[in-house]
């Protein structure tokens, strides 16, 4: 994942039809240009001060956008809360990924959570690049004032906004008090500017759908395959007979000793706790910073 996203592209181009044909099927019919016309689309997604895996979902798509034919611009959240409040602060600002976009793809880096500068900047931006679609990609609450800004002037514009939903709450953020009251108000009135929402999942579909009241303008866009990237040799082989699993994505607290739960999860699931399943050897890639 360190590999800068136009590099991963380019090494892929040798990619098989079958392949291309993958990430094409995750394109949801809101942004689909004709065949005449080249949609200027501006995403809305987290610079890489406070890195995370929507920040690096974020780059590869706009640069699959940009290899599709759209032409696409970015603002950036830079930053995102204050750095004491974050879990992973010792980690902010610092240099842990040479992830960068090529250099035609015009963008702001970025809003801060205070505005201030940041967000006329933004806002002028915005303005001067009239996108015909802006996308925010959604993923905690403390986006969602910066997000309502860039809605209701995108609406001024004649822009669609569409929201890209990753995280219906972040359940650190549940359990602040108001957040849950404060989520649901201001999200309803972001939807609502909104022309179209999409999820990932079934559940995150029912999550979504029931919390917000949305109806037919929520879609189910699964994630494209990902076998675009290039291959590289194992780290570690398994022994003959082993079983890989590879658990990557977040361990929260409240779940107890997370990594054993996560075993024994995937002992059941491969028939149970009994010498009847073959052996197995999990490897698990959290956010360290939510494992205690």
């Keep these: 994942m360190n590999n800068s996203v136009n590099e991963r592209y ?18 949801p019919d809101l942004i689909r240009p004709s065949a005449c016309e080249s949609k200027r689309v501006c995403l809305v997604g987290p610079g890489t001060r406070f890195l995370s895996g929507i920040t690096y979902y974020s780059y590869c798509l706009i640069d ?3 290899l599709a034919g ?35 793809i015009r963008r702001v880096d970025g809003i801060d959570w205070y505005w201030g500068w940041s967000v006329v900047r933004a806002v002028v931006f915005l303005w001067k690049e009239r996108p015909q679609i802006l996308v925010l990609q959604w993923w905690t609450g403390a986006v969602l004032h910066t997000y309502l800004l860039l809605a209701l002037i995108s609406r001024v514009l004649g822009c669609k906004v569409i929201v890209e939903f990753h995280e219906a709450q972040d359940v650190g953020e549940a359990r602040l008090p108001f957040a849950a009251t404060y989520m649901n108000i201001g999200g309803r ?21 029931s ?24 780290v570690r082989l398994a022994p ?3 079983i890989n699993l590879l658990y990557f994505g977040v361990i929260r607290p409240f779940k107890g000793e997370p990594v054993q739960l996560l075993a024994d999860s995937c ?8 010498s009847t399943h073959p052996p197995y050897r999990l490897v698990a890639l959290p956010q360290s910073y939510y494992v205690h």
């Design 267 to 274: 002992r059941r699931d491969l028939g149970g706790l009994g």
């Design 240 to 242: 003959k007979g082993v």
């Design 10 to 27: 380019q090494e892929s181009e040798g990619a098989s039809p079958q392949t291309q044909v993958v990430g094409r099927a995750a394109e």
């Design 64 to 66: 699959a956008l940009t």
């Design 189 to 209: 009135c972001l939807l609502k500017l909104s022309s179209g929402q999409l999820v990932h999942s079934q559940y995150d579909w029912n999550l979504v759908k």
């Design 211 to 234: 919390r917000y009241r949305l109806n037919e303008t929520l879609q189910i866009v699964p994630h494209a395959g990902y076998d675009y990237l290039p291959a590289k040799p194992p």
């Design 70 to 104: 759209y032409d696409c611009s970015a603002i950036f959240i830079r930053k995102l809360v204050p750095a004491c409040l974050y879990p992973g602060r010792v980690r902010v600002g610092e240099n842990l990924s040479d992830l960068r976009l090529p250099e035609h």
